[in-house]
């Protein structure tokens, strides 16, 4: 029988209507209407038993019959697994009739995400034949799910060898196309499956080949972004592995024995539609992955609610399976409240450096040697010295951040140019200048990017330098009668300090859409990691580069993503037991906040500067302590399901997350009806995010603890460590000391927040909550206190 309709149905459609209406208005103001793909969340439990399978009834009259005279649908996908319901290609006005349809429980229009874009494993406390790597036998009962560009199979890193049978429980499949047979899977690759419907419905069939690159209808990796996220997590061990000399050494994944399912939901150069990552959740769900792994986001400051984000809502329906999900934080920092991927049952991973470093060095004319990085490895610089030219100087904002055309090849050939960051792929900008003759390239940082360096593989000799540097050469360039330079290659530089560093673009809090819950939730590394590579392009993905390399190093949030994902597969192997919060817990309360110096972690789009829990979460993450934690924050349904009615949520906006109805307690209705400020403070959460409001100036939030230690009996004492710049602001927990026994595994405890009148409109405040046994376990929850100032 179908869900009644309530009047939250109605204005969330109408909403929906006004949030599209751009793309509601028919072409040249009368003309066909246009299309686009829309995903439908249907009461699965309304589908009249005439019809054997849903899919049946969605295309069917009947189902159509909402809509009088209209055609049956034909829909792009049929979700049945974390989601329930349909995505399908239709005119605006045909949309907003079928939101009318007594089972239709929300609609929303399908939008384009972006993709986020060795020696890592160690840099987290992984070691060969010891602790975590050991007693989870390198993850190899674990299947790790990637969701992103597909996969290059034929990579040494994909390779099966010495790997047992593919566990028995697994269900899924290797979808073949052009390029890739079925038999390009085996015991590693255990699955490969692609998704074109959403992709295909935006962007025209013909997009397939998009901007004239090369693509393939099947699981085959063209961009690299996948099959570089896909080995970062479970990679085999493959020896003599670099970057065209870069990084040499052992390249392993965090897993490397855990298994590869990879699903195609995104295309080079369109990025990823909802309608096929909610898709690939689907069926990677349905296959029977562990792990997912999504180094996608909705971009900067992007804070639908949960129950109108795909990512969020397939999540929830992959967590609520045992399905451990990892998704990255953004790549939009420093900005703050840059942070993407909010809901609380993912973990939201931002990025921090390792001690590894490709240097380079750039030589001015006036004797001056400024510091930059570059993963240049063709011939030298044939001079010792060719002159500088900035076109910025002259040419306006184009030639400065060397666009497309934008640069006189008559001014700039032979010469070392100097390019500002900003507006177009680094990359591109050394392809732009070789092109039109230059020698080599200096790209400068502006102050979006400050200090914050990483490396790429360009086409001509180039270097990266921060800021500073950058405008040290910009000016030397303008006032030097006859200004000249050179560039000098370090290669790779290891035993780097300090580190970790929070990267510079690494996305940062606070949590726009429910502050009280704090994201990002850890970093880990994300800088200059080396990881397999397509067969399709070149190290710098331009259609110009004609190399071709095994391996390549890149940057971003997207790399630092599967390095949890690996995690998760190893916790999960030597704790099958564990829930997905379990392993997100120990992962947060044993990651470090010191560097390799013993300082604080920093941040470098600010050097000298202590980064905070809005930029690192709980902190980095470290696999060594991680397998005994101690103690676990964990959390199931029926805890997100409080959560999502604590912050406002309508039961019937919940259902559209957790595929069953739901019934709010009275308490936060009657709140809501009393002009309550809807708050999530007591999700049992790892971090601690209190939101002080108007002149309310104490805040209690409770937490729950499970011992999953080896001693059964144990008692951990509660000590609160404040910034000491924490504005008279107080943190007491009650009771300070938990006892556990066999029969007492969980205890609960009380953390309130004071703060004088005069600190409503101070900055904000962090600290930590440390529970200590005095046996090795430290289990340490980051605090956070701001004031939300009334309207």
């Known amino acids: ?76 996908h049929v979700y049945g697994t974390v989601f329930h319901g349909f995505s399908a290609s239709m005119p605006a006005s045909r949309a907003e009739e079928l939101r009318r349809h007594p089972a239709v429980l929300a609609a929303f229009e399908d939008r384009a995400r972006p993709l986020h874009t060795t020696r890592s494993p160690q840099f987290m406390g992984l070691r060969a034949r010891l602790g975590l790597w050991s007693l989870a036998d390198y993850g190899s009962d674990v299947i790790v799910g990637v969701l992103d560009t597909g996969v290059w199979p034929e990579r040494r890193s994909l390779s099966d060898r010495n790997l047992p049978p593919v566990p028995a429980r697994w269900r899924g499949g290797c979808d073949a196309g052009p390029g890739f047979p079925a038999s390009s899977c085996n015991r590693k690759l255990v699955g490969a499956r692609f998704f074109s419907q959403g992709h295909g419905a935006h962007f025209g069939a013909a997009a397939v080949a998009s901007n004239g690159s090369v693509e393939f209808m099947s699981p085959r990796d063209a961009d690299g972004h996948g099959t570089h996220t896909a080995t970062t997590a479970a990679g085999t061990v493959a020896y003599d592995a670099s970057m065209e000399g870069y990084a040499s050494g052992v390249a392993k994944g965090v897993a490397p024995k855990a298994r590869v399912a990879a699903y195609k939901v995104c295309w080079k150069g369109a990025g990823c539609m909802d309608s096929d990552i909610l898709a690939g959740f689907d069926r990677a769900v349905a296959d029977g992955v562990d792990v997912i792994s999504v180094s996608i986001g909705g971009g900067s400051g992007v804070t639908a609610p949960f129950y109108l984000d795909p990512i969020a809502i397939g999540a929830y329906g992959a967590v609520s399976r045992g399905v451990f999900v990892a998704t990255s934080a953004g790549n939009e920092g420093p900005t703050s409240m840059s942070v993407t991927n909010l809901a609380p049952w993912l973990a939201t991973v931002g990025a921090g450096t390792i001690d590894r470093n490709f240097p ?155 502050p009280e819950i704090l994201k990002p939730d850890f970093i880990a590394p994300g800088v200059n990691i080396l990881a397999a590579w397509t067969g399709a392009t070149g190290p710098t993905g331009l259609e110009g580069d004609a190399r071709r390399t095994e391996f390549n190093i890149l940057s971003g949030t997207s790399m630092a993503c599967p390095h949890a994902s690996g995690a998760a597969a190893l916790l999960m192997s030597a704790h099958p037991g564990w829930s997905p919060a379990a392993i997100r817990s120990a992962l947060m309360t044993t990651a470090i906040v010191t560097d390799n110096r013993g300082g604080p972690v920093g941040d470098e789009a600010e050097p000298g500067r202590g980064a905070t829990p809005f930029d690192y979460g709980a902190g980095h993450i470290t696999l060594g302590k991680a397998l005994d934690p101690g103690l676990v924050y964990d959390a199931g349904e029926d805890d997100y399901v409080a959560f999502m009615c604590s912050i406002g949520y309508e039961p019937n906006a919940i259902e559209v997350v957790t595929h069953k109805p739901v019934t709010c307690p009275a308490a936060a209705a009657t709140s809501r009806a009393n002009g309550g ?31 999953v230690g080896a001693q059964a009996s144990a008692t951990y004492t509660a000590r609160v460590q404040m910034a000491s710049t924490g504005a008279g602001v107080t943190v007491s927990v009650k009771p300070q000391k938990l006892v556990f026994s066999p029969g007492a595994k969980k205890q609960s405890f009380a953390v309130t927040v004071t703060a004088p009148s005069a600190a409503a409109a101070a900055a904000p405040v962090y600290g930590f909550l440390v529970l200590s046994d005095g046996g090795g376990h430290d289990v340490r929850s980051p605090i956070v206190v701001t004031w939300l100032q009334p309207m």
């Open 1 to 76: 029988m179908a869900t009644p309709r309530s009047p939250f149905l109605l204005l969330l459609g109408l909403a929906l209507v006004a949030l599209t209406a751009p793309a509601l208005l028919r072409a040249d103001g009368g003309g066909e209407e246009a299309r686009k793909t829309y995903i439908f969340r249907v009461d699965h439990g309304a589908k009249p038993s005439v019809f054997p399978t849903h899919a049946h009834w969605y295309a069917s009259a009947a189902f159509a019959s909402a809509a009088p005279g209209a055609a049956p649908l034909q829909p792009l």
């Open 360 to 514: 380079a060095e750039i030589v001015l004319g006036d004797g001056r040697r400024l510091s930059g990085v570059s993963l240049y490895s063709g011939k030298p610089l044939a001079n010792s010295s060719l002159p500088l030219y900035y076109p910025g100087r002259t040419g306006g904002l184009s030639a400065s951040l060397c666009m497309e055309n934008s640069i006189d090849p008559s001014l700039v050939k032979g010469k070392i140019v100097v390019c500002d960051r900003g507006s177009s792929p680094r990359v591109a900008k050394g392809m732009v200048v070789k092109e039109a003759g230059g020698a080599a390239m200096v790209l400068t940082n502006g102050e979006a990017n400050g200090e914050g360096l990483v490396g790429d593989a360009h086409v001509l000799p180039a270097c990266a330098v921060g800021e500073k540097e950058g405008d040290a050469v910009k000016a030397y360039a303008a006032n030097a009668s006859n200004p000249t330079a050179t560039i000098s290659f370090g290669g790779t530089v290891v035993g780097v300090k300090p580190a970790p560093v929070v990267a510079s673009f690494s996305a940062r809090g606070p949590n726009g859409l429910v």
């Open 677 to 707: 400020s809807p708050s999530g403070s007591d999700l049992n959460y790892p971090s601690i995010s209190v939101v002080l409001r108007g002149g309310n100036q104490s805040r209690t939030v409770t937490r729950t603890v499970t011992n």
